[in-house]
């Protein structure tokens, strides 16, 4: 049985570790991403100017409100 030098087992591990490193900046991009679209979609921001004076308002009214209707109770 041979086995492997010293530089092709350092090969191997600086491959792997490559790997998990584009996988874990896939994935941190990707939750960068989702979390920008959700944040996006549930707030809206716009500036009011007035005399000067600029101010940024947030605007998180797009919020989903649940309507739960009103259960009564049936008697037979």
Not at 45 to 71: A, L
Request: aromatic share 12%; glycine share 2%; with cysteine.
């Amino acid at each position: 049985m041979k086995r492997n030098s010293i530089y092709e087992s350092y090969q191997r591990v600086q491959l792997e570790a490559i790997i998990i490193s584009i996988l874990v900046l896939t994935l941190t991009l990707g939750c960068i991403v989702w979390c920008y679209r959700f944040y996006n979609k549930n707030t809206s921001v716009f500036y009011v100017h007035n005399k000067g004076v600029t101010i940024q308002v947030f605007d998180n009214s797009r919020e989903k409100e649940v309507d739960i209707p009103s259960i009564k109770k049936i008697k037979k």
